[in-house]
């Protein structure tokens, strides 16, 4: 089977594939056609829905900045598709199929037989389902031998995840050859050694959540809480070091081992349950409303858009991280980093998250508007939240004993502020020294400027009462951050 398979004339080296057909448009679909047009590939995209086009032109458009940062080749074309709604002539001429129809088996079963009909015998076809096996999958198929799975993780054009496994009658020699092609188109590619429902990460993941959806349920934390117990917790070790190794740090000298051995017994404790809870009406609408609270006033394009700007960043540092590793200096707190950061925004930069906030009544004075008082007072509320971001937060301070003190600050006030308006503070990093920050804020009603202000903080150890360094952690976080200096600033502060 595989002989006849492989020994095809007509079928290419990874090198050689030009064109791929992806079948469906939806998230993931739309996100394997974005990268593999960044990878330089002519992408030929089969979706019956009748606003197909639209929806995945939208997708493209989003995607592109991120890779254009981070996966794109020279010359790449994000106009080089086509929407087919005849799946022969979406296979035709193709060197390769990345299948993301809905999660539903039936309709899997059925859509892979009718690929495997009308696509050349010697083009490989991979799946990015996220739970079923390729061995039910391609129970209706003629030509089994040649159907992969290759599960990507959301968003494909971002995350390099792919696990790679085929079933019991795929041929060794199409999960090679797939395996080879997503290395190839610059994936990081998990070559299974055999079917497990829900693959590697999916099941990590599954079990995490069901743990936060019985916290929640039992009433025992809330939706920020769990989200940032990871953001601000284990999920800043795990880009570098996985689970397993973290917990191989945890052991000391002796290692995992020692780990084992130690916290073993523990195993037992009643920490987890991973049999999901019944997902009744409340504990679906706690969830909900955990996640509107959490998101704000954020728009999920503004959510997408800053966690593409994470995850690159993230990326590209551990990409660094990986290629220096042998050579790169271990950085020290008594080690200079400059007066000033650069002034123009660098590839690896982002930016301040946006505070905001609505006016309260006990802020309106006798006039009917925001007193002078309380715009003093949000921009604070701003300055704790970049202080977060920057890595000076309330376990920092009481750790370390040492905060921001603000030295001189410059505001204008611009316009009134009614009650009941939602006020946006937008921050910027206008310079960074060893011990000295340079911030600027814009605070908007809708598109309406109404106050700006400038302020020079100082980092201060609280016990000596004197300024001191930032820690080597917290200048790599700062330097991280897009430096801006609006066009308004009039001043030299500092």
């Not at 509320?381 to 001189?408: I, N, W």
Request: hydrophobic residues 40%; proline residues 5%; glycine residues 8%.
């Amino acid at each position: 089977m595989s002989v006849e398979l492989f020994g095809n004339p007509d079928r290419a080296a990874v090198e050689e594939i030009t064109t791929v057909t992806c079948i469906g448009a939806g998230t993931i679909g739309g996100g394997w056609a974005a990268y593999f047009l960044a990878r330089g590939f002519r992408v030929k995209v089969w979706d019956p829905a009748p606003d197909a086009d639209e929806k995945l032109t939208r997708l493209i458009e989003a995607a592109w900045p991120a890779l254009a940062e981070l996966d794109m080749v020279p010359g790449a074309d994000k106009s080089n598709w086509s929407l087919h709604t005849d799946l022969a002539e979406a296979v035709a001429d193709t060197g390769f199929v990345q299948e993301s129809a809905p999660e539903n088996l039936e309709l899997k079963q059925a859509l892979l037989a009718g690929i495997d009909a009308v696509c050349p015998e010697h083009v490989i076809i991979g799946s990015s389902t996220s739970g079923y096996s390729m061995t039910e999958m391609a129970t209706e198929t003629s030509h089994p031998e040649r159907f992969v799975v290759g599960h990507p993780f959301n968003p494909p054009y971002l995350i390099p995840l792919v696990e790679v496994v085929g079933g019991q009658a795929t041929a060794d020699e199409a999960v090679d050859w797939a395996a080879e092609f997503y290395s190839h188109i610059g994936k990081s590619v998990i070559r299974m050694d055999q079917e497990v429902p829900g693959f590697i990460a999916n099941r990590l993941q599954e079990a995490q959540w069901r743990e936060a959806l019985h916290m929640i349920d039992q009433g025992e934390a809330t939706v920020e809480q769990i989200d940032r117990s990871i953001t601000d917790g284990p999920g800043l070790r795990w880009p570098f070091q996985g689970p397993m190794l973290t917990f191989h740090l945890a052991g000391g000298e002796g290692g995992m081992a020692h780990m084992l051995d130690h916290f073993g017994p523990s195993l037992k404790s009643p920490w987890t349950r991973l049999e999901a809870p019944e997902l009744t009406q409340n504990l679906r609408d706690s969830v909900v409303a955990g996640c509107d609270i959490a998101s704000g006033t954020r728009k999920i394009a503004e959510l997408v858009a800053q966690r593409d700007a994470g995850i690159i960043a993230l990326r590209k540092l551990t990409a660094s991280l990986t290629s220096d590793q042998e050579s790169a200096p271990v950085p020290s707190a008594s080690v200079p980093t400059g007066e000033q950061t650069s002034a123009e925004p660098t590839a690896e930069s982002t930016v301040l998250q946006t505070y905001t906030t609505e006016v309260s009544p006990e802020w309106i004075d006798y006039n009917g508007h925001m007193s002078e008082a309380y715009y003093v007072l949000v921009f604070g509320f701003a300055t704790d939240q970049v202080m977060d971001q920057l890595g000076l937060d309330e376990q920092y301070r009481s750790s370390v004993g040492a905060s921001l003190y603000t030295v001189e600050s410059h505001i204008r006030y611009l316009d009134e502020v009614a009650l009941g308006s939602r006020l946006h503070v937008t921050p910027m990093l206008v310079a960074a020294g060893d011990k000295k920050l340079h911030l600027a804020y814009e605070m908007h009603v809708d598109d309406r400027l109404v106050a700006t202000e400038e302020i020079v903080c100082l980092h201060v150890d609280q016990h000596e009462q004197r300024a001191t360094d930032f820690p080597a952690g917290v200048r790599t976080r700062i330097a991280g951050f897009r430096t801006h200096t609006p066009e308004w600033s009039g001043r030299r502060l500092g």
